[in-house]
T-cell receptor, first 115, second 112 residues
Framework: DVKVTQSSRYLVKRTGEKVFLECVQD?????MFWYRQDPGLGLRLIYF???????EKGDIPEGYSVSREKKERFSLILESASTNQTSMYLC??????????????FGPGTRLTVT | SQKIEQNSEALNIQEGKTATLTCNYT??????LQWYRQDPGRGPVFLLL?????KEKRKERLKVTFDTTLKQSLFHITASQPADSATYLC???????????FGPGTRLSVLP
């Protein structure tokens, strides 16, 4: 069974703090993704990575950065948290599409509140 | 501009009926389309994938159609049950299966 775990289910941070959200997958997947999900806006892609040390901007990368030092771990960093970054953050992973498998496996999500 | 729409935000149906959810898109040319289920407070779970050259795909009580001319996918749940109540998301491929964009979702409630 594929497992994607996220470091926290709930997180409360203050404006201006640096925030780290960690994601780990245990199935040797090449691709990893970070999304945020907000009511009325759906799931929006922040950053993704096709391989270790590689990263690609998604649709809303402003205010975020990522790190992928190991294949199984993909971190999302909020350099200086702001209240408009209050959201549900979801990590996902998938096998390389070259192998013909495209489904994404999602973690349980981290509900981040920035006050 | 690019847009993905899913029929209504919420859909209520009676147990035993067929639920039909719609995903319409503009200014995308997906090679693949996926459907996911999301329960409150949890991450989405993959249900089905359909390719642009496939008209229909089935899995147990689920059926998906994909019409690239109409730019529409229909997702059907037959003999619906209260346990099918959830939000259903469609996702369009943007990069040959590597990168998908999600629709806003439809919250389905199956009433006993």
């Amino acid at each position: 069974d594929v497992k994607v775990t996220q470091s926290s289910r709930y997180l409360v941070k203050r404006t201006g703090e640096k925030v780290f959200l960690e994601c780990v997958q245990d199935m040797d997947h090449e691709n990893m993704f970070w999304y945020r999900q907000d009511p009325g806006l759906g799931l929006r892609l922040i950053y993704f990575s096709y391989d270790v040390k590689m990263k690609e901007k998604g649709d809303i990368p402003e205010g975020y950065s990522v790190s992928r030092e190991k294949k199984e771990r993909f971190s999302l960093i909020l350099e200086s948290a702001s209240t408009n970054q209050t959201s549900m953050y979801l990590c996902a992973s998938s096998l390389d599409a070259v192998q013909g498998l495209y489904e994404q496996y999602f973690g349980p999500g981290t509900r981040l509140t920035v006050t | 501009s690019q847009k993905i729409e899913q029929n209504s935000e919420a859909l209520n149906i009676q147990e035993g009926k067929t639920a039909t959810l719609t995903c319409n898109y503009t200014n995308y040319s997906p090679a693949y389309l996926q459907w996911y289920r999301q329960d409150p407070g949890r991450g989405p779970v993959f249900l089905l994938l359909i390719r642009e050259n496939e008209k229909e795909k089935r899995k147990e009580r689920l059926k998906v159609t994909f019409d690239t001319t109409l730019k529409q996918s229909l997702f059907h749940i037959t003999a619906s049950q209260p346990a099918d109540s959830a939000t259903y998301l469609c996702a369009l491929d943007r990069e040959y299966g590597q990168n998908f964009v999600f629709g806003p979702g439809t919250r389905l409630s199956v009433l006993p």
